[in-house]
């Protein structure tokens, strides 16, 4: 199904529901069931091109204290299925991990071009966390970077589909970052870790600006 040009258009979940996605004029996020869990991919509306990837494991090792990206085994449309907020509601269990998420995509109607897919990620989990993070694969390497701080990492995208390719940390999260061979680069988002407590959030949000939108 192609995108509108009503802002957060969302896709239909298929019917053997193994693929949603959350599609704007310029950008969308697909989820695709892969084996017992739901994998994220980041694409320019129409071109194919995928600019990141989630990690598909849930922890670090064996190690349930230390989780690398949520597992989520659940999709469903989170209040309205199109227009401005269109939204997804996903969950999943790992261990002792009960994690949920709220992903909303928002279209700039300030930005021509620009569109920003919001992550709310709680992990409720009764058993002590030392780790919680979101982990991708971006395709693109440190030539394309343009900024890196602890809570904004900013790509330039050539090509045909050129643009602009940023991820934020909502603080207290923080940033992480590492090159994952010559052509691509590995992210992380890292939640605060509080003691003697029993959720724990990971807020962050991916934002693309299209040709359009930099030349405006």
């Known amino acids: ?18 693929m949603a996605s959350l599609q704007g004029p310029t950008f969308a996020v697909e989820f695709r069931r892969l084996a017992d869990r739901w ?13 990141a990837r989630s990690h598909p494991g849930a922890t670090d090792g064996d190690d349930p204290a230390r989780v690398i990206h949520p597992v989520y085994q659940e999709v469903q449309v989170h209040g309205p299925a199109s227009g401005a907020n269109a939204c997804l509601l996903l969950t999943g ?3 002792a991990h009960h994690f949920s998420a709220a992903v ?17 990620v709680a992990d409720r989990c009764r058993s002590p966390v030392e780790v919680l993070a979101a982990t991708y694969v971006v395709s693109l390497n ?15 995208v050539a090509g045909p ?7 934020a940390a909502v603080a207290p999260c923080t940033l992480a970052m590492a090159e994952a061979g010559r052509t691509a680069t590995r992210v992380q988002i890292l939640a ?15 934002r693309w600006t ?3 939108g930099l030349t405006r």
């Open 192 to 206: 605060p870790i509080q003691a003697g407590t029993f959720t724990h959030r990971l807020r962050y949000g991916w």
């Open 161 to 167: 589909s050129q643009g602009r390719l940023e991820l």
């Open 1 to 18: 199904m192609e995108p509108t040009p009503e802002s957060g258009f969302l896709t239909a979940i298929d019917d053997d529901s193994a």
């Open 39 to 51: 994998s994220e991919s980041l694409i320019p509306s129409g071109s194919g091109l995928v600019l």
């Open 104 to 120: 909303t995509i928002v279209d700039d109607r300030d930005q021509a071009g620009t569109v920003l897919i919001d992550y709310d």
């Open 142 to 156: 440190s030539g394309a970077l343009e900024s890196a701080e602890a809570g904004r990492i900013v790509w330039r």
């Open 93 to 95: 269990l790992s261990f």
């Open 210 to 212: 299209s040709a359009e």
